[in-house]
């Protein structure tokens, strides 16, 4: 038969008590919940490393642009999986579509690039 043993409880001071601040320094700011949720959702859309490879390449494009045509033999995935994931990024306002004739162009949308970075500051 075990024997039970009391382990002291260490007592937190008011102030942490009530706040959940257990070294007194507070913290506060950072991001609201819509800010966290808005972030989230564009995270999300970059972090698939598909998702990935398709923005790099569009980026490397001395035009700044690609046409799906050109980004499907790329990552070496059937053209409706391509375009599902180039779909997902336009969502996120991260490319931009245009349809030219039969062939859907995908370029960068610089400032949401920076909305990905901002994130981090």
């Known amino acids: 038969m075990t024997e039970e ?3 002291p409880v260490r007592e ?3 102030a942490a008590a009530t706040t959940g601040a257990c070294c007194g320094i ?3 700011g950072g991001l609201t ?5 808005a972030s989230a959702t564009l995270l999300k859309a970059v972090a698939d490393p598909v998702r990935l ?3 790099s390449a569009i980026r490397a494009t001395d035009a700044g642009e ?3 045509c050109d980004l499907t033999p790329l990552v070496g995935l059937s053209q409706p999986t391509v375009s599902h994931h180039l779909k997902v990024l336009v969502e996120a306002g991260l490319l931009e579509r245009e349809k030219r004739g ?5 370029r960068l949308v610089p400032t949401r ?3 990905v970075a901002a994130i981090f500051r």
Do not use: H, I, M, S
């Open 5 to 7: 043993v009391a382990v």
């Open 12 to 14: 937190l001071p008011l």
């Open 26 to 28: 507070g913290v506060e």
């Open 33 to 37: 919940r819509e800010q966290a949720e």
């Open 53 to 55: 490879r398709l923005l």
């Open 66 to 68: 690609a046409c799906v």
């Open 102 to 106: 039969a062939w859907a162009w995908f």
């Open 113 to 115: 690039l920076d909305d």
